[in-house]
């Protein structure tokens, strides 16, 4: 009785352990993906807001070769901020249209055909033009829009054309433009615009 319950035993356990030495097919396909590297892309760029262009212009390596911006097996995009597109193009080249600070830019090139993905963080520091120089006050079109130029002097020998800094320095929109006053203020809040 009991090498009956012993053999009832011992069968599906060998049974079990001659199974599990063969080898898995399996229906996968395994591919390598080829690793994308992303080069060039200098750590902190430093700009004038709305006077200087922001060029950008990175290097992407693959085992295939170095990828061209026309190149429709890769899509890129440079975002700043967590969600704020910038461009969706492989160099970039736009003017500073920021309010002066600090942002953490990304870029993000992407294989198409196997969506494998590299990235690169850079610091963009947008500094004002608005600190020292000349005031220029102008009424623009037909519906007479406010608009303030600024002949800026950054340092000594370089003075720089600051057009439209308005909206840089988050003023609103204004029309009819008379004159440019300067008010002297010993109270101000955070966010408080100062005409």
């Given amino acids: ?60 390596n693959t085992p295939e070769g170095v990828v061209k911006g026309d190149d429709p097996n890769f899509s890129f995009v440079y975002k700043t901020g967590y969600s704020d597109t910038l461009a969706r193009v492989m160099e970039l080249d736009t003017m500073a249209n920021f309010r002066s600070g600090t942002y953490t830019c990304w870029f993000i090139a992407t294989d198409n055909r196997t969506g494998q993905a590299a990235s690169a963080v850079f610091t963009l520091k947008v500094a004002t033009t608005v600190y020292e120089g000349y005031m220029v006050l102008c009424n623009e079109g037909t519906e007479e829009r406010a608009r303030l130029d600024m002949i800026s002097h950054i340092a000594a020998g370089r003075d720089v054309l600051a057009r439209d800094v308005m909206p840089l320095l988050g003023m609103p929109a204004a029309h009819h433009a008379t004159r440019i006053g300067f008010n002297v203020t010993n109270y101000a809040t955070e966010g408080t615009l100062i005409y």
Avoid at 38 to 45: A, R, S
């Fill in 1 to 60: 009785m009991k090498n009956k319950i012993l053999y009832c035993l011992l069968i599906p356990l060998l049974a079990v352990c001659l199974t599990a030495c063969f080898k898995d097919k399996g229906n996968n396909t395994y591919i390598d993906v080829p690793d994308l590297i992303v080069e060039g892309i200098p750590e902190t760029i430093e700009v004038l807001g709305g006077v200087e262009r922001i060029l950008v212009r990175p290097v992407i």
